[in-house]
């Protein structure tokens, strides 16, 4: 007669009790979680104000580039000597073209007539004709020179308007542009003013504000002996 298989039961479950857990690796440790969470932000925070380090630098840039565009464009900040009698100035327009300084040592064994305006100046404009006038008629005798000083728009407006951009040209120096006209006797942002200089660059006279035809033509016969 064939014997019955046992069948083996599990040990009965004691009343409640949990099976234990799968192990599916290393629990993290108590507050991992939040140092990770916190390098995280701290991570991003350096990034961040890198971000915002490279922005402002990049401003500051712009700014400095805009700042020496200006000084360039309307003179202020440019490099010279402001001596009355021995001045030193960057040349403009056609004049730079051909010489980058316009040095008063050069009209050595010739009188100069130096006039300064700038493109905002009334005055200039109502002179100007008058000095075009009478510097083709003394062409090769007398040596005029134009600088724009206390310039803060086109420095060529007012020659080209008058038709003097032959004359050698020239800016005024320093932070406003106008140390040469101030050391000349001009208050600051005044003009026009001329300057008037014998053959060996001593200076002779100086007229601030605008003078007219007959005005000129009589200090070039007084300082020069011009007949006209």
């Known amino acids: 007669m064939a014997k019955k298989k046992s069948r083996s039961k599990p040990p009965a479950r004691k009343q409640g009790s949990k099976p234990a857990p799968v192990s599916k690796g290393q629990a993290p440790a108590p507050g991992a979680k939040k140092q990770q969470r916190s390098a995280v932000r701290a991570a991003a925070a350096r990034k961040k104000q890198k971000t915002q380090t490279v922005v402002i630098?990049?401003?500051?840039?712009?700014?400095?580039?805009?700042?020496?565009?200006?000084?360039?464009?309307?003179?202020?900040?440019?490099?010279?000597?402001?001596?009355?009698?021995?001045?030193?100035?960057?040349?403009?327009?056609?004049?730079?073209?051909?010489?980058?300084?316009?040095?008063?040592?050069?009209?050595?064994?010739?009188?100069?007539?130096?006039?300064?305006?700038?493109?905002?100046?009334?005055?200039?404009?109502?002179?100007?004709?008058?000095?075009?006038?009478?510097?083709?008629?003394?062409?090769?005798?007398?040596?005029?020179?134009?600088?724009?000083?206390?310039?803060?728009?086109?420095?060529?407006?007012?020659?080209?308007?008058?038709g003097v951009d032959w004359w050698p040209l020239a800016r005024d120096v320093g932070g406003g542009g106008n140390d040469l006209a101030v050391a000349l006797g001009a208050r600051p942002r005044a003009m026009p003013l001329t300057a008037f200089y014998d053959e060996s660059g001593q200076l002779l006279d100086v007229q601030l504000g605008s003078i007219n035809e007959a005005t000129l033509r009589g200090n070039l016969m007084e300082f020069y002996g011009i007949e006209f």
């Open 57 to 162: 630098w990049s401003v500051l840039g712009l700014v400095l580039v805009g700042v020496l565009a200006a000084s360039v464009l309307f003179g202020g900040g440019a490099s010279g000597v402001s001596e009355p009698e021995a001045w030193d100035l960057p040349a403009m327009g056609a004049t730079a073209d051909t010489q980058e300084r316009v040095i008063l040592a050069e009209f050595s064994g010739s009188p100069t007539v130096v006039n300064f305006f700038a493109s905002w100046c009334i005055e200039c404009d109502r002179e100007l004709p008058f000095f075009a006038t009478v510097s083709r008629e003394l062409e090769g005798r007398v040596d005029f020179v134009g600088v724009a000083s206390a310039e803060t728009g086109n420095a060529l407006f007012m020659p080209e308007r008058h």
